[in-house]
């Protein structure tokens, strides 16, 4: 919005989302439109584009955000919970991706950014339902940037690393990384930062990257790389009856 976009948001939560908007417009002055819909329902997806496109007339970028996670080890995980978090993360990807295929990006061309993760590169221990979903998600963003690209539409995941700040760092350990000292595992010394990201997303999303598809952008300051993989100390902040 701060580089000229008019913006929809979408979730689960109207009210949440009414007073995000309410705050991005206010900060930014551009326009933000809140929309409920549920990425596991086509029809709900459908509904939501159908009355941004009325509002906007056109579609130009699709950030794929929605994510449902939690640490837990393999054998304490409900088949119910691994299913939603496919669901929510590798089915939602595609369903939100299809319907705005059809609905615009065919005919118009456009771009389109899917938040992944690092976690399948090395089998990141309690992230078995989110790293199976996630690296879903990459191969995924592989298929559509080939079939997708002749009609001009590029298609990139950006991986994030642990960023502070957010729910994510809340619910998978965050606190417990800073209390410990793991951040001093990582290559920059330091954990991400939401505004890092944002860059990161407006890179893949701008001209800047015109020649630049299906491919995962890494940032993460080398984390994956060097970040011990340490089961027993999470295995302490794991939720080990997770229902979802």
């Known amino acids: 919005m701060r580089h000229g ?3 929809i948001i979408a979730s689960r939560n109207l009210q949440k989302l009414t007073e995000a908007s309410q705050k991005l417009s ?8 809140p929309l409920s819909l549920d990425v596991r329902q086509p029809q709900a997806i459908v509904s939501a584009v159908d009355e941004a496109l009325k509002e906007f007339s056109r579609i130009d970028i699709l950030v794929n955000n929605a994510a449902g996670n939690f640490l837990c080890p393999a054998s304490s ?16 990807t595609f369903n939100v991706s299809k319907v705005l295929y059809d609905k615009w990006l065919r005919d118009h061309g456009g771009v389109i950014v899917n938040i992944t993760a690092t976690l399948s590169y090395r089998g990141q ?9 996630k690296a879903a998600v990459d191969a995924m963003t592989k298929h559509l940037a080939v079939e997708w690209g002749p009609n ?11 960023i502070t700040g957010t729910e994510g760092f809340r619910r998978l350990g965050g606190r ?14 330091r954990m991400g930062n939401k505004t890092e990201i944002a ?4 890179y893949l999303a701008s001209p800047l990257a015109s ?8 940032v993460d300051g080398g984390s994956w790389l060097t970040t011990p993989n340490d089961f027993p100390s999470l295995l302490g902040i794991a939720s080990h009856s997770s229902k979802l």
């Open 5 to 7: 976009c008019q913006t």
């Open 77 to 92: 995980l409900s088949f119910n919970a691994y299913k939603t978090v496919i669901d929510i993360d590798t089915l939602g």
């Open 26 to 33: 206010a900060a930014t002055g551009q326009r933000c439109l």
């Open 176 to 189: 417990h990384a800073e209390s410990s000292g793991l951040y001093q595992t990582i290559p920059l010394l």
């Open 211 to 218: 020649y630049v598809t299906g491919t995962t952008l890494v």
């Open 125 to 133: 221990a309690l992230q078995v339902h989110a790293g199976t979903a």
């Open 152 to 162: 001009r539409i590029r298609v990139n995941s950006l991986a994030p690393g642990p």
């Open 199 to 202: 860059h990161s997303v407006l």
